[in-house]
């Protein structure tokens, strides 16, 4: 069963959503307002990598990790764009190559 499958990643006026369902383990579910994100980090493994897009919050030291793979990141990665929370040409360069990229840049 492909993460795909069991885990979930919705947003709409207010935030991030996200929700699993892991197999064997109890589900979960959180949210992140989007005023409260303050750095976005797309960290790309390759082609037998697993990438994850990571949201950095005011509200916690540790970032809130979303696989590439899940129902809805690549909706979520397009609408961080729209809100200028990620840049595209960033995202761009990041979908074509392999390493950590973050917005703003440090």
């Known amino acids: 069963m492909g993460i795909e499958t069991w885990y979930q990643v919705r947003f709409d006026e207010?935030?991030?959503?996200?929700a699993a369902q892991p197999p064997g383990a109890e589900p979960w579910s959180d949210s992140l307002a989007w005023a409260?994100?303050?750095?976005?980090?797309?960290?790309?493994?390759?082609?037998?990598?697993?990438?994850t897009l990571y949201l950095f919050s005011?509200?916690?030291?540790e970032s809130y990790a979303?696989?590439?793979?899940?129902?809805?990141?690549?909706?979520?990665?397009g609408e961080?764009?729209?809100?200028?929370?990620l840049d595209g040409q960033l995202a761009i360069r990041a979908a074509t190559s392999e390493g950590l990229f973050c917005w703003p840049p440090e």
């Open 14 to 18: 207010q935030g991030v959503h996200r």
């Open 36 to 51: 409260d994100i303050l750095r976005v980090c797309l960290e790309m493994e390759g082609f037998l990598g697993s990438d």
């Open 58 to 61: 005011r509200h916690r030291p």
């Open 66 to 77: 979303i696989p590439y793979l899940a129902d809805g990141s690549a909706d979520l990665i």
């Open 80 to 85: 961080l764009v729209r809100r200028g929370l």
